[in-house]
């Protein structure tokens, strides 16, 4: 189980990122790996660096094998050269501690320390992140080296930021022994005496009850069907095991260099870790996105992982940490960016929040598994029209220094996410195989995307009374205390929305008694009869409109019909309800409305609540977001389209990016940017 957050030093972790956005503006830059190339090529490094407007670069982030060749041998000083000179050149460092693979011969000594699959296959050295995190020989060599790395450059100039180890949401989840052991501590810490698993666990089922800790395994494969509590627990401890790797190596960096930030880098998938219990333990949220060029709704999937993104912090600026200049390396077909697009989208990050633009990587690797993903520097080096694109963005950025620390205005709108419950909601043996939380965040918040509406994204005990509409896609696993504090929500004033088959189970994956869904009965004015999830692509009629995915037989205990199903073994009962709680209002979807039906019902809904767009009267496919700095409110407003589009402004505004204004009628090219400030 990891410790608590310490609230002071989270303030004084702000207070370093707040020095540090001083130093830099709006951080730009990328991953940079020098190890891949001869000395020759880092003086031109940083002469290509300065041109860009390159202002911070992560450093080290795999080189273990480089700093450390043989146990407890180190070579520093290639490194040494290459901090200085970036530190001659102004560029800052997000120095690694290098610790996120592992060197061949720590792994050849120590094989016990590989990662094991569930289905007990090793995973060997060839690749990355093939640790186990609950290994104490990985986590005293990491630790080891950490330090290592810490007193050396502790004063160095260049050095502006930690980053440790990489995208730990990637590691493969371990099922070794270590682990075992390990994950048995965790249980016992949990819950104290084997009685109180076994109750949690409900082992009375199948025969499962343990007798001690010691009888516990990991979820290993191929059982069909598994406990979905001993599922969800090892999700929590896998969660809570990769925390703490996180957590030894920050403590050695807080002791060395307690004037430094320390961070590191959450994955694309939002889903393997719980980041509510992982953001107070950095100083900054840092992610890595990968939107696809290839789909033409990821701009509008990317902006809930953003609004997730400045939502774990309170609001806090976050660091865009990795992004493609181009074309990714890994997916089945890799589509290139077309032109403007990475400007668009590395915009699209600034207006949800982020105080720093960095990509994967510097200079296109020559060999390795990524000689094919894009880079600042391609293949064809700075004649390109991607380092054109890279110099230009880099320029607009350094002249948008107002924006870095800037925080967006309260959003209208909220979204709860819980980690737990999406991960039991995933699991085995459901009334359906298609329910994904992320399929039911993107319905909720697509509309109010796509209406320009700002949203903000809370825990489910969070304090909500700031937010005159809330919306809940999915919250299968909910435990009574929350279930209460979503109700004296509605009680005082709120507007709730709420998908189906949420209030369905405790924290230990048990059923809530007393009807479906109990802990919300009250709240929404129903019950849940029974489930009747529909076949993939099938849809069924509504008064207003068409629902996919799901139905379910609803029975009104105070709620009022608002839309019914037309069609299907439901006809004629509630798909959409309304129900009056004290001062508020709680809404029911019975199923998921299609896009368009899912947009007009929450225009309705947010309208009578009373929340409206950033600007008004946005056509289609352009977006707008603000940022509060101390000198006022600024508006950053992209045209995701393919044409131009024009927007009649509320008020006259001069673009900041070009000097003009000012203006009431503002005209996008496609793919375009403005940065507007009222005149």
């Known amino acids: 189980m990891t410790a608590p957050p310490d609230h002071a030093k989270e303030n004084h972790g702000m207070d370093m990122i707040a020095r540090l956005r001083d130093r830099l503006g709006i951080a730009y830059g990328g991953d940079y790996n020098p190890e891949q190339w001869p000395e020759e090529v880092w003086e031109d490094d940083v002469r290509l660096m300065k041109e860009a407007g390159v202002s911070l670069v992560s450093v080290g982030i795999f080189s273990w094998a480089s700093v450390e060749p043989r146990p407890g041998e180190y070579d520093f000083g290639w490194l040494d050269r290459v901090l200085d000179r970036l530190a001659g050149g102004g560029v800052a460092a997000c120095l690694a501690t290098m610790t996120a693979s592992p060197p061949p011969w720590l792994t050849a000594r120590h094989p016990e320390m590989l990662t094991v699959r569930a289905d007990g296959q090793t995973i060997t050295p060839g690749g990355r992140q093939h640790y186990c995190p609950s290994s104490p020989v990985y986590r005293e060599h990491a630790a080891r080296l950490a330090e290592e790395v810490a007193v050396r450059y502790a004063g160095h100039p260049a050095l502006a930021m930690w980053h440790v180890g990489n995208e730990y949401g990637n590691v493969i989840p371990c099922h070794c022994e270590v682990s075992a052991a390990a994950f048995r501590r965790w249980l016992e810490a949990r819950y104290g005496s084997v009685e109180e698993l076994n109750d949690a666990w409900s082992t009375s089922f199948w025969a499962q009850r343990y007798g001690s800790f010691e009888e516990v395994l990991p979820p290993r494969s191929p059982a069909p069907f598994r406990n979905p509590a001993h599922n969800l627990d090892y999700a929590r401890f896998t969660s809570d095991e990769l925390l703490a790797c996180y957590l030894v190596e920050k403590e050695v960096l807080e002791r060395v260099t307690p004037h430094v930030p320390v961070t590191t880098n959450f994955p694309p998938s939002l889903r393997p870790v719980d980041l509510w219990t992982w953001a107070p333990h950095v100083d900054a949220i840092a992610y890595d996105a990968y939107p696809d060029p290839a789909d033409p709704d990821a701009a509008a999937k990317v902006a809930f992982n953003y609004d997730v993104m400045r939502s774990l912090r309170g609001g806090q600026p976050w660091l865009l940490m990795e992004q493609a200049p181009s074309a990714v390396n890994w997916r089945p077909r890799n589509a290139a960016k077309p032109p403007g697009t990475m400007r668009l989208w590395s915009w699209q990050a600034v207006a949800h929040g982020a105080d720093a633009i960095m990509f994967f990587q510097w200079r296109q690797s020559r060999g390795g598994a990524e000689k094919f993903h894009s880079a600042m520097v391609p293949h064809g080096g700075p004649s390109t029209r991607t380092f054109r694109e890279v110099r230009g963005l880099g320029r607009e950025l350094a002249a948008a220094r107002a924006l870095a620390g800037a925080r967006a205005p309260r959003a209208g709108a909220a979204i709860v996410l819980d980690w737990p419950s999406w991960w039991a909601l995933e699991g085995e043996a459901h009334p359906s195989s298609d329910l994904r939380f992320l399929d039911a965040a993107w319905a909720c918040h697509r509309p109010l995307y796509d209406a320009g509406v700002a949203c903000d994204v809370v825990r489910p005990d969070a304090d909500l009374s700031g937010y005159p509409l809330v919306l809940v896609p999915n919250l299968y696993l909910v435990s009574e205390e929350a279930g209460r504090n979503l109700e004296r929500y509605v009680e005082e004033g709120g507007t709730l929305v709420m998908s189906f ?43 207003e409109g068409a629902g996919g995915v799901w139905t379910e037989e609803v029975v009104l205990e105070g709620a ?76 950053v407003v992209l045209n995701h389209g393919s044409t131009e589009a024009t927007v009649e402004l509320p008020a006259p505004m001069r673009d900041e990016l070009s000097g003009a204004g000012p203006f009431t009628t503002l005209h996008l090219a496609a793919r375009d940017v403005k940065l507007l400030r009222p005149a």
């Open 501 to 543: 088959f949420s209030g369905i189970v405790d924290p230990c994956d048990r059923v809530h008694m007393g009807g479906y869904p109990a802990p919300f009965r009250r709240t929404l004015g129903l019950r849940v009869e029974e489930f009747r999830p529909l076949a993939e692509d099938e849809q069924v009629g509504l008064s």
């Open 560 to 635: 009022e019909a608002v839309a019914s199903f037309t069609s299907g073994a439901l006809a004629g009962g509630p798909a959409v309800t309304r129900n009056r709680l004290g001062r508020g209002t709680a809404w029911y979807l019975a199923t998921r409305p299609v896009p368009a039906t899912m947009r007009a019902l929450l225009d309705r809904v947010r309208e009578e609540a009373g929340v409206g767009p950033v600007l008004p009267g946005l056509p289609d496919g352009v977006q707008a977001r603000a940022r509060r700095s101390a000198d006022g409110l600024r508006y």
